[in-house]
């Protein structure tokens, strides 16, 4: 149901009129709400918000708007909308990428899911542009925002006196950086050994522990 001010206003703010118009309905469920304008806007943009058609970026912006004007914390949001609270701030993050980023995702050219990988790349733009020419994967664009541009001369120094891993280690390590998105390196020590995963944000590690968590 759509929330409406009381009709004595001669108001209807919030309401999806067209849409309803559109699927040949007579009637529309309401709420009738004795609110000010203050809140009669903050529960249009609640709603509009929710609208399935909505791309990422005025998603992003929504949100944004909701916190800026109306107090809300990225919890209450979620709590109002019924997402979790990861979800907001991913979909926050969305706003700090370049235009031309914003730009692809009204388009439709890019996902909401490739263009939360963008936020920790060192060349968004760049990988965003790779991700639509070679149709990569999440897990794939993932992987790539994760590997530096290229090694300091320290580290390309380090990495040449360190012993060469087997085809075997290479490819296993290839293998679960495709499967879980984030860079994976396997250290071999006698009998044992340590198994390294390089994550760059804290959403990615919530996501690491559910699937862990899921494959019980």
Same mark, same amino acid.
């Given at each position: 149901s759509s929330a409406v001010r009381s009709l004595t206003s001669r108001t209807m703010t919030g309401i999806s009129v067209s849409p309803a118009q559109r699927a040949g309905l007579t009637e529309i469920p309401v709420i009738v709400r004795d609110v000010n304008d203050r809140t009669a806007l903050e529960l249009a943009i609640i709603e509009n918000v929710q609208r399935a058609d909505l791309n990422p970026v005025e998603e992003a912006q929504g949100y944004q708007q909701l916190i800026d004007e109306h107090g809300y914390t990225q919890a209450? +949001?979620?709590?109002?909308?019924?997402? @979790?609270? @990861?979800?907001?701030?991913?979909? !926050?993050?969305?706003? $700090? +990428? *370049?235009?031309?980023?914003?730009?692809? !995702? #009204?388009?439709?050219?890019? @996902?909401?899911?490739? %263009?939360?990988? +963008?936020?920790? =790349?060192?060349? *968004?733009?760049?990988? =965003?542009?790779?991700? #639509? $020419?070679?149709?990569? @994967? #999440?897990?794939?664009?993932?992987?790539?925002?994760?590997?530096?541009?290229?090694?300091?001369? %320290? $580290?390309?120094?380090s990495a040449t006196s360190a012993p060469e891993k087997d085809p075997d280690t290479l490819a296993l390590e290839k293998l679960m950086t495709d499967t879980i998105g984030m860079i994976v390196s396997i250290e071999h020590k006698g009998k044992g050994g340590t198994l390294r995963v390089d994550y760059r944000s804290l959403e990615q590690l919530d996501e690491l522990c559910r699937r862990l968590k899921d494959e019980r």
């Open positions: 209450d +949001l979620g709590q109002v909308i019924g997402k @979790s609270r @990861s979800h907001v701030a991913n979909t !926050l993050r969305l706003l $700090k +990428l *370049p235009p031309v980023i914003h730009s692809m !995702l #009204v388009d439709g050219d890019l @996902s909401a899911g490739h %263009a939360r990988t +963008l936020v920790t =790349a060192e060349d *968004p733009a760049g990988l =965003a542009k790779r991700i #639509v $020419k070679e149709g990569l @994967s #999440v897990r794939q664009a993932e992987a790539l925002a994760q590997t530096p541009a290229g090694p300091t001369p %320290a $580290k390309a120094k």
